[in-house]
Structures are given as C-alpha cells and as structure tokens.
C-alpha cells in the first residue's frame, strides 16, 4: 500500500462516514511549522463512532490489534495508525475546534487540531509517557514559538493544570507569550 493514496482513501471515508475526526501527533505538529522527522499518523476520533472507524478501517485493510477505552490501534502490512477516543468534554471540544489543513501539495485536506489543543494533546502525552517529554516539549515549545500570538493562552494554562503542570506553563509563558501592550 501507498501512504499517501492510503491516507487520501482513508480521509475521504472518515469524511463520507460522518466520522468525528482531527490528525493528532507529530504529522499535526509538522503542518503547524514544527520540524519533525515522523510520517506516523495518529488521530483523535468520537468514541461513539467506534463501530463505524472499524468498519472504515476493515475495508481499507488494517486490522484492529489493540484497543482499550483510551485507544484503537489498527495495523496494515503498511504500517499502523492510531485513534486516541474522545469522549471526555476536553477532547470532544478540541474536535469541534479542529481546522482543515490542506497535505499532499494540496492533494488531500484533512482535518487537524489547532495549536494551542495539540499543546494540550502534548501536555497529557507528558503526564502519561514522562519518558517522552523531551520529544513532546520540543513540540509544545515550537508551536509556542511558531503562534504565540494567535493562541489561546488561558486554554493551555487549563491543560497545564488540568496535569498539574503549573510551574512549567508559567516558564513557557514567560518565555514565549509576549504581554499585552
């Protein structure tokens, strides 16, 4: 299988099937102006629409190898994806805030978080995987550098303390949200 043709495919049905969806993760950050060396892609996608991303999926190949109540992973011999659900009020929010971004050279659209929700993305990644947090600082630090001034930025101090996270959100703050004049 191609990625892009996959993907394209792939987003056409999420769309087709009414499917509540937004790109999450490093392919997000990567569209918002943040370097990185991923092609992974992860989604964010209505808990209540399960049974029919199963579907979706089955058709185009993938098979469902993990899911819990926080995640679907599905594998193809091309590789994997993976849907974090949303279900709590901060995250089925984040999705009805989502953008679409065009990817492909304008080939494909898709629909993805905005900055100051995969800072909040980031900030959860953190508190759940503290292994990863260089990695996902980096991204939080670069879509603050990259929108400072077109974040929300009492939104992300409710991610921060949402995780407890109070001291850094102060740090980032200071470093990257200019006062207002």
Sequence with gaps: MNFRDTTARLLQTLVAEKIGYA???GFAVGLWGVSRGTVDMDFLVLREDLERLDRVMKQLGFTLYYRSENV???ESASGGIDFLHAFRSHTREMLTRAVEREIFAGASAVRVLRPDDLIG???QAMANAPERTGLDL???EGLMRL???ALDWQLIEEYFT????QPLF???KEKYHAPQR
Aim: no cysteine.
């Design 23 to 25: 790109l999450i993760g």
């Design 72 to 74: 679907s992973q599905f």
């Design 121 to 123: 993305m980031k900030v």
């Design 138 to 140: 980096y991204d939080i």
């Design 147 to 149: 929108h400072a001034a």
């Design 162 to 165: 949402l995780f407890d996270m």
């Design 170 to 172: 102060a740090i980032l």
